[in-house]
T-cell receptor
Framework: KNEVEQSPQNLTAQEGEFITINCSYS?????LHWLQQHPGGGIVSLFM???GKKKHGRLIATINIQEKHSSLHITASHPRDSAVYIC???????????FGQGTRLTINP | GAGVSQSPSNKVTEKGKDVELRCDPI?????LYWYRQRLGQGLEFLIY????????KSGLPSDRFSAERTGESVSTLTIQRTQQEDSAVYLC??????????????FGPGTRLTVL
């Protein structure tokens, strides 16, 4: 079992739908990151959070430390949101990230 | 300002040859990371630099892999005697070191290594 588990692995939806991607981890963390990997391979950091909720445009990230779970939501999804979304965690003072396997999201027009 | 750059963007080599991959981090970023992504798999941590020293090299898969960083800037990842299982995209990231876990990492475009 991976330390960081994402679900679903693949998600296809229609434009406009509300999207939820889940991330669960097994060991206590100091921070959780959500990353976006574009079809061309480039990776962009979306959020870093250690508690509560953050919002940026149509993206919302939440984390529940007690349940060791985070969700990434996309409202009013658009085909340009199609990408792989990756959850990654940091433990204690360590700098390295431990990654989930990613969720491939496809938004059809 | 310029982002993280990596070179070459693609490298094809024969099994047994040595390769060097280069990363130029964002200016002023003291932390630098190397990751690997094999085809169809998730990202794996390889090594982390703070300045020119590497306090965490726990992800290097074998002693054929080494990395160095000079001038708190450019880093080189060297793979000796390459094997086919080394084929992957090698990604570099950099961040300001703030002494907390909350520093954002900025990723380079990666080097796609193919070992024939």
């Amino acid at each position: 079992k991976n330390e960081v588990e994402q679900s679903p692995q693949n998600l296809t939806a229609q434009e406009g739908e509300f999207i939820t991607i889940n991330c669960s981890y097994s060991v206590g963390i100091s921070a959780l990151h959500w990353l976006q990997q574009h079809p061309g391979g480039g990776i962009v950091s979306l959020f870093m959070l250690s508690s509560g909720k953050k919002k940026h445009g149509r993206l919302i990230a939440t984390i529940n430390i007690q349940e060791k779970h985070s969700s990434l939501h996309i409202t009013a999804s658009h085909p340009r949101d199609s990408a792989v979304y990756i959850c990654a965690v940091r433990h204690g003072g360590a700098q390295k990230l431990v990654f989930g396997q990613g969720t491939r999201l496809t938004i059809n027009p | 300002g310029a982002g993280v750059s990596q070179s070459p963007s693609n490298k094809v080599t024969e099994k047994g040859k040595d390769v060097e991959l280069r990363c130029d981090p964002i200016s002023g970023h003291t932390a630098l990371y190397w990751y690997r992504q094999r085809l169809g798999q998730g990202l794996e941590f390889l090594i982390y630099f703070q300045g020119n020293s590497a306090p965490d090299k726990s992800g290097l898969p074998s002693d054929r892999f080494s990395a160095e960083r000079t001038g708190e800037s450019v880093s080189t990842l060297t793979i000796q005697r390459t094997q086919q299982e080394d084929s992957a995209v090698y990604l570099c990231a950099s961040s300001r070191y703030s002494g907390t876990p909350y520093n954002e990492q900025f990723f380079g475009p990666g080097t796609r290594l193919t070992v024939l």
